[in-house]
């Protein structure tokens, strides 16, 4: 496994006095919150490993000690620092940011957009985490109701994409372990990490045997090629069946459902219906 | 003279809150809640497959997701006159049960410390009032990173049922898809230990020292007595399984659930609705961001015209299983007790969970039909409504516990939990006021949503409990 690799030598990189541990800010954008708590769920490493050994994390709504007007300060004090920005969620800037509110400073409200933009112009690697930030996601669903982007088109520059609904915590580790490691990583013609997401779900999936002998389920619960129910792993490219989620124990198409491409940038309106029946 | 105190963000809650009090001399005199995130799922669900709305609902909640697509389920298979298959339902009741157990420990763990307790791993400074010894600060910074890896494996348990956690796929209509065996029902069982082992000793013991040392939190914070829970493994063919079942406590009365009295006002809420609707409401609402007074994305779900508190509290009351008071603390300690019971009720759904593949069928959709998916998530009473036509979603109606818990004032101006449970509360330091951040956590807040224990502290709460 390649990526834990590249994990354990960016650790012992930092520890030789090689690497230095760089600043974090993780900004919560238009989602539900689903990325934080995917990461949350991050094995060998885990996040203590990562809060102690690989980054200095100094703003995270879901972890930080501070609130109101005091976090805000610690969000602006990092902004004079090397840092890398992580943005989870969609960007809503129409009517002046109003649908996401970051915070109240000085009786001002700071538009959850404004706050992003302002950091992106100082940060080291821009970091989008998981579809939505990536490409719009759920939170861009038709009708769009309001008027989500992703964070490389509200940005309007090149940020490292890392799709999936919620990102897997194995992909965002092994990203900022490369961003430690080596300055840079190396991504994809839609920003996305090509270590994590050079080949679809399809190519590696390991029920591939009844899809090539046409074998196929006909409802959720079957053991067969899940693609006559629905399956979008052929238009996704992602990490599943090889990395597999939580602590590397099982994935959507194990637990008999098709693969609804959470990770591509056609979730979801392009990737329905989920379930065909 | 009355001084005006925003709080914002309030962190280490799901998604972002606002929250804006008066405060005279040094009693809070008026409180708003303010959710300022709107995704408008409502709409986006419209013209959508019906089935799709199990995995679509989900990614409504980063933290509670399997309990959006156990309610979805429900709704389906109240719409499709489906009868789901009993060991299904063992199953996702089972990984329903890990999603609470995971929720409580970050709630709890990863959340709450660090409001009493200096905890060292969590980023930056808090200034708060640390009273905790040092031998019990180092205590509840171990069990800080434990709860980590608890958490992880409560995930790990629905992963193992639904594929992936956050948003898995193995709970669905009629039950779930994932087959068990001997060997995955060991390992179920083996993971479970572990996390019952965390929250019937660390967590119960830790909750005890934190009100030990904050005993005035039994006394603020309080709120309405209103009480309503959609039950809780209530469908569970044996009693011993059950915890709670669909009810509430209104005006000093209990009852059993009547979903036809469910309204909601959005008369202080950023849309266009005037008068309070039925739930369901037939279309989603109208964002109007100029309207004068409205100060919020939630809007106000009312039980018989009242204000209710839903959560784990609401259900521990409910099911006669907690009797102190209603406070800030009592909502603390309520949830690890609850997680408690909850392990000691999913060893025994897991003990009559079969060793058999999943059944599901190939569902047809009807033209047109109605159905309604009620049921607690661990922040409390979820409801989905669902509409079907021509074969797609032509509506779905969905009430968050956090639009029960956080509701702003509605046009009779009813304040919502907590803000009830704000209003009153004096303020040790009113440049430093610690004590609103504690009263909004323990409600556990979700704005993406929405938007044996030591009982000598506090009074007794008598209410009797057929």
């Known amino acids: ?277 | 003279m009355t001084t005006k105190i925003t709080i914002d963000p309030i962190t280490r809650i799901m998604g972002p809150l606002s929250i804006e009090v008066e405060i005279k001399k040094d009693k809070i005199v008026d409180a708003k809640s303010g959710g300022i995130q709107f995704r408008g799922f409502e709409k986006m669900l419209i013209g959508r497959p019906p089935l799709d709305a199990v995995y679509f609902t989900e990614r409504i909640c980063g933290i509670c997701s399997t309990s959006h697509g156990l309610v979805a389920s429900l709704a389906l298979e109240d719409a499709l006159k489906i009868n789901p298959n009993e060991n299904g339902v063992k199953v996702r009741n089972f990984a329903h049960g890990a999603e609470y157990l995971q929720n409580i420990m970050r709630q709890i763990c990863i959340f709450v410390f660090p409001d009493y307790v200096n905890i060292t791993v969590a980023p930056g400074n808090a200034g708060y009032d640390f009273r905790l010894s040092e031998k019990y600060t180092e205590k509840i910074n171990k069990d800080y990173v434990k709860a980590l890896e608890c958490s992880r494996l409560a995930h790990e348990i629905i992963a193992l049922i639904g594929g992936k956690a956050p948003h898995n796929h193995g709970v669905f209509v009629g039950g779930t898809t994932s087959n068990m065996d001997a060997s995955k029902i060991i390992r179920l069982k083996s993971i479970l230990h572990s996390i019952s082992e965390f929250m019937c000793e660390n967590m119960v013991y830790d909750i005890n020292i934190i009100a030990h040392y904050y005993p005035e939190y039994f006394k603020i914070g309080g709120g309405t007595k209103n009480l309503l829970t959609y039950g809780l493994f209530h469908d569970m063919h044996n009693k011993e399984m059950q915890y709670v079942q669909p009810s509430s406590y209104i005006d000093g009365e209990v009852a059993t659930l009547d979903p036809k009295s469910i309204t909601e006002s959005s008369a202080f809420s950023w849309y266009k609705d005037s008068v309070p609707s039925e739930v369901p409401s037939n279309h989603p609402s109208e964002t109007d961001i100029k309207k004068p007074g409205a100060y919020t994305f939630i809007k106000a779900p009312r039980y018989k015209g009242k204000v209710a508190q839903v959560g784990p509290l609401a259900r521990m009351i409910l099911s006669g299983s907690y009797k102190n008071s209603i406070s800030t603390m009592d909502r603390l300690m309520a949830r690890v007790l609850e997680g408690k019971k909850l392990c000691e009720k999913m060893f025994l759904i897991l003990e009559e969970v079969e060793p058999i593949p999943a059944v599901q069928d190939k569902y047809t959709i009807p033209d047109s039909a109605q159905g309604i998916g009620l049921c607690d998530a661990v922040r409390g009473a979820l409801g989905h409504w669902t509409t079907i036509e021509k074969g797609v979603i032509k509506n779905c109606d969905i009430v968050t516990p956090t639009a029960w818990n956080l509701s702003p004032i509605d046009e009779l101006g009813q304040h919502g939990a907590l803000e009830s449970a704000l209003i009153g509360t004096q303020i040790q330091n009113i440049k430093n006021p610690i004590e609103i951040g504690r009263i909004v956590r323990s409600f556990d807040p979700c704005i993406s949503c929405a938007t044996h224990v030591n009982t000598e502290y506090g009074e007794t709460y008598h209410i009797n409990i057929t």
């Not at chain 1, 490993?49 to 609130?67: D, G, H, I, R, T």
């Not at chain 1, 840092?83 to 649908?99: C, H, P, R, S």
């Not at chain 1, 970091?127 to 759920?138: D, L, N, R, V």
């Not at chain 1, 994590?196 to 006909?218: L, Q, W």
């Open chain 1, 1 to 277: 496994m390649h990526e834990r690799k590249l994990i354990k030598r960016a650790i012992e990189d930092i520890h030789n006095g090689e690497a230095k541990k760089i600043n974090f800010i993780w900004i919560e954008a238009n989602g539900c919150m689903g990325n934080i708590i995917s990461f949350l769920n991050a094995d060998k490493p885990d996040v203590v490993y990562f809060l102690e050994e690989m980054v200095n994390l100094k703003f995270s709504p879901s972890l930080m000690q501070a609130q109101g007007e005091v976090a805000y300060e610690e969000f602006l004090e990092v902004l004079n620092t090397d840092f890398i920005l992580g943005v989870e969620g969609a960007i809503t800037n129409m009517d002046e940011g109003f649908y996401n509110i970051f915070a109240t400073y000085k009786g001002i409200r700071v538009p959850t957009a404004e706050a992003i933009n302002l950091a992106s112009k100082k940060a080291k690697a821009i970091i989008a985490i998981g579809t939505c930030a990536s490409f719009g996601g759920i939170s861009a669903a038709r009708p769009n109701p309001t008027g989500c982007i992703s964070l490389g088109n509200f940005l309007g520059r090149e940020v490292i994409n890392i799709p999936g609904c919620p990102a897997n915590p194995l992909w965002v580790m092994g990203t900022i372990a490369s961003i430690i490691l080596h300055k840079k990583v190396e991504i994809d013609e839609k920003g996305r990490p090509i270590m994590f997401f050079k080949e679809s779900n399809h190519t590696n999936c390991p029920r591939r045997s009844y899809f090539d002998n046409k074998v196929y389920a006909g409802k959720l619960g079957e053991k067969e090629c899940m693609i006559k129910v629905g399956c979008k792993g052929p238009i996704t490219k992602a990490y599943c069946p090889l990395g597999l989620w939580n602590s590397r124990i099982n994935w959507p198409v194990e637990a008999n459902t098709p693969c609804i491409g959470c990770a591509s940038e056609f979730f979801p309106d392009g990737s329905e219906p989920f379930v065909k029946y």
